[in-house]
């Protein structure tokens, strides 16, 4: 039995569970009916990561604590939607520290490749860029295998808003899928800080809720409900990015403002740092921590990576920032 037919079963079986214990009616039913593509996609998501135990084969028993996160689950999908939810459900990660162990002896720095960069005019070299992301928290650079410039030119998708589509481009992506980071032509001519903190958020996208596989499914899903609460708060960060997402649907504008509210605080901390508002320095900071492999992190190792960082800027003075790309 191959692992996709697996997972629509584990899903199929939650759902029917879901429908017997809560009984909120046939709605989550009639949702994977109507999502059977979308969900396809997040269970190829969720094939990649084959060093943790298949879980998919466990049952589900609902005990008090199961029925509690469910629970859970169910408050945050009437926030952003069920789908991410799903999302979250599908990708594998760690239980326990011995599985956090495993993973970080194959996911560290040494095999990444980062190219293309020197196709880049005036840009920062590929050593600067892989420079970068060694020296960030090995909770957030583990598992990024593939760095890659291309001299091409996107627009974002229709769903962040017709705005941002029109007066803007894409400047990075990160594929989920491949667990790839792209730059593309809309970073031509940022200045070499906005470079610095794009590769940040994107590098951040790889270790959010959806992707973080040093999180246990329960930390991802705190983390989310913790992030959409920031995004909604009035002393929330100033990201002008996320506050021009703009969407038809409610849920789903929300669900995207957290997941790039999310890249864009951590890009803030590991720039500016001063300008963060404390719970968001908060949410970055224990992501590291229940990762569990950054033994040495506190706020004066951060001090350390802002000065590398402020080195690789200054050698690239000269670049100028219309700021006209967004990362996506
Ligand atoms: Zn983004």
């Not at 939810?85 to 720095?109: H, P």
């Not at 995207?256 to 901390?269: R, T, V």
């Not at 080195?311 to 100028?320: D, L, N, S």
Request: charge should be negative; charged fraction near 35%.
């Amino acid at each position: 039995m191959n692992f996709e037919s697996l997972r629509s079963e584990r899903i199929r079986e939650e759902a029917e569970a879901y429908v017997k214990e809560r009984n909120p009616a046939r709605q989550l039913m009639q949702f994977i009916e109507r999502n059977r593509g979308k969900i396809g996609l997040v269970m190829v998501l969720s094939a990649c990561a084959a060093i943790f135990p298949d879980r998919t084969k466990e049952k589900i028993e609902i005990t008090p604590q199961v029925r509690e996160e469910l629970e859970e689950e169910d408050k945050i999908a009437d926030e952003v939607g069920l789908l991410p939810i799903l999302a979250i459900e599908a990708c594998q990660s760690v239980a326990n520290d011995n599985e956090r162990g495993a993973y970080m002896e194959k996911s560290g720095n040494a095999g990444r490749v980062v190219s293309g960069f020197e196709k880049m005019e005036g840009g920062l070299s590929n050593k600067e860029v892989d420079g970068i992301i060694r020296a960030l928290p090995a909770a957030l650079n583990a598992d990024i295998p593939m760095v890659e410039y291309r001299n091409e030119h996107k627009t974002l998708d229709s769903k962040y808003g017709k705005n941002l589509q029109e007066k803007s481009e894409i400047a990075a992506q990160y594929d989920r899928i491949r667990n790839k980071i792209t730059v593309l032509a809309g970073m031509e001519n940022e200045s070499a800080s906005t470079v610095v903190k794009d590769i940040i958020h994107e590098v951040a996208h790889s270790k959010d809720w959806e992707s973080n596989r040093l999180l246990t499914k329960k930390e991802r899903i705190d983390l989310l409900r913790d992030v959409v609460g920031r995004v909604k708060s009035a002393d929330r960060y100033q990201s002008s990015y996320v506050e021009s997402i703009e969407n038809g649907d409610r849920r789903e504008e929300l669900y995207l403002k957290a997941s790039e509210y999310f890249a864009e605080i951590n890009a803030e901390y590991f720039t500016h740092n001063t300008l963060l508002p404390e719970g968001d320095r908060r949410i970055v900071e224990r992501v590291i921590i229940e990762s569990k492999v950054d033994k040495e992190f506190t706020r004066r190792t951060v001090a350390a990576f802002n000065k590398t960082i402020k080195q690789i800027v200054a050698r690239h003075q000269g670049r100028q920032s219309p700021m006209l790309a967004w990362s996506r």
